[in-house]
């Protein structure tokens, strides 16, 4: 694999410790971008784009994320403007709080709540495998991307589709459902785009090209 030319955009990896790094990092840098992964919230305030992976429990990962110090920095380089990917629990994380965790508070940048999908025939929980991508708006995630578009997933909770979003991807397993979003500087995919073949690097690659430059 070639490195990332320097006058590639560089993105802070937040290790916090409930997100698969190292995955998401050679995902980064096959799409593009150089990578600083960082365990230190004393990066947040100077670093140009942040992406937060999350995997686990909605408890466990907020709690990681609120001992590591972490909260109150990404927020407010949120709330400033500065480019963000949630990657899996890291998009759930984006909103005010979840069903997997009655009482834990979300970051709230995105208001409402994180939903478990209900058991039906067909559509088992755990949602594992892969499934159609439906865009909507005008997502620069999606954007130039044409054509029938499926990703991997794996979870069993979810963003439901009446969450206030303009410009992102709807799924359908059982209810509608957002698989990916943009809003404003905010940036999510509740799949892991590592798993989801080409579509899942095209993705990456747009975040690098249409939202960093």
């Not at 499934?131 to 708006?137: C, I, Q």
């Not at 957002?178 to 785009?193: C, D, E, I, K």
Request: aromatic residues 8%.
């Amino acid at each position: 694999m070639n490195a990332p030319a320097s006058t590639s955009p560089e993105v802070l990896l937040l290790d916090y410790g409930a997100g698969n790094v190292r995955s998401a990092a050679k995902a980064l840098e096959r799409a593009g971008m150089r990578v600083r992964v960082s365990d230190d919230p004393a990066d947040v305030p100077h670093a140009s784009a942040l992406v937060v992976p999350g995997q686990g429990h909605f408890r466990q990962v907020m709690e990681a994320f609120e001992m590591g110090g972490f909260h109150g920095p990404v927020t407010d380089a949120a709330r400033a403007g500065v480019p963000l990917l949630g990657i899996c629990v890291g998009m759930q994380m984006l909103l005010s709080d979840s069903e997997e965790a009655p009482g834990v508070p979300g970051l709230n940048l995105i208001p409402g709540t994180v939903r478990k999908f209900t058991a039906a025939p067909g559509h088992k929980v755990p949602q594992m495998g892969w499934n159609a991508l439906e865009s909507v708006g005008d997502s620069p995630l999606l954007r130039g991307l044409n054509g029938p578009a499926y990703a991997y997933f794996v979870h069993s909770y979810y963003v439901p589709a009446d969450v206030s979003v303009q410009h992102g991807v709807l799924t359908q397993y059982g209810v509608p459902f957002w698989a990916a979003l943009s809003v404003g500087n905010l940036h999510a995919t509740q799949f892991h785009p590592e798993k989801s073949g080409a579509v899942g690097l095209a993705l990456l690659e747009r975040f690098r090209r249409n939202v960093l430059g």
